[in-house]
Antibody
Framework: QVQLEEAGPGLVKPSETLSLTCGVS?????????WGWIRQPPGKGLEWIGS???????SNDWSLKSRVTISVDTSKNQFSLKLSSVTAADTAVYYC??????????WGEGTLVTVPS | QSALTQPRSVSGSPEQSVAISCTGT?????????VSWYQQHPGRAPKLMIY???KRPSGVHDRFSGSKSGNTASLTISGLQAEDEADYYC??????????FGGGTKLTVL
């Protein structure tokens, strides 16, 4: 059974960098699929942030492009998200997920990150 | 990418059927057969209900079905049950290794 778990600080100061990791068990990241980050501001909808392919190349939403870095550590079977220059608008529940072109099939439980205004 | 357009809310009585639409463009929904649907209960992670437009994952009831016509995809839930009350989100591949979600639809079972 594939399981994902997000980890990282729950509070980040404005202008600093948000850093989260997603630990994966039950499946080797290097075997395939994309590994992505999705966020959900309080009371709002889901927003795709970016993803990493098995080859290590990353892509992300154009509106966040310059602030997002997604990387992988295959030795630990985990991948990471860094979002720089955060503001209160970045307050959200952050999810990591395994996905293909047409499906996000396994999700973490999510972690709330708050950026105070 | 702009979010896909979903109705803010839909409702139906038990045993009725409801459909939730998801409208995009020829660059996302209309351009690829890579639309998926997710059910989200309050405080929980999204759950995959439909993938690749029409396919149902193992364990998802056959009351849930998906379809697509042009730039609009739809999720139909037949035989509504109380536990179906949740938020539903569509998602589409948008090319160049990017994805876009819909704004979400709140389903109320009357």
């Amino acid at each position: 059974q594939v399981q994902l778990e997000e980890a990282g600080p729950g509070l980040v100061k404005p202008s600093e960098t948000l850093s989260l990791t997603c630990g994966v068990s039950g499946y080797s990241i290097s075997r395939g699929y994309y590994w992505g980050w999705i966020r959900q501001p309080p009371g709002k909808g889901l927003e795709w942030i970016g993803s990493l392919s098995q080859s290590g190349s990353s892509s992300n939403d154009w509106s966040l492009k310059s602030r997002v870095t997604i990387s992988v550590d295959t030795s630990k079977n985990q991948f990471s998200l860094k979002l720089s220059s955060v503001t209160a608008a970045d307050t959200a529940v952050y999810y990591c997920a395994r996905h293909g072109e047409g499906t996000f099939d396994y999700w973490g439980e999510g972690t709330l990150v708050t950026v105070p205004s | 990418q702009s979010a896909l357009t979903q109705p803010r809310s839909v409702s139906g009585s038990p045993e009725q059927s409801v459909a939730i639409s998801c409208t995009g463009t020829s660059s996302d929904v209309g351009g690829y057969n890579y639309v998926s649907w997710y059910q989200q209960h309050p405080g929980r992670a999204p759950k995959l209900m439909i993938y690749d437009v029409t396919k149902r994952p193992s364990g998802v009831h056959d009351r849930f079905s998906g379809s697509k016509s042009g730039n609009t995809a739809s999720l139909t839930i037949s035989g509504l049950q109380a536990e179906d009350e949740a938020d539903y989100y569509c998602c589409s591949y948008a090319g160049s290794y990017t994805w876009v979600f819909g704004g979400g639809t709140k389903l109320t079972v009357l």
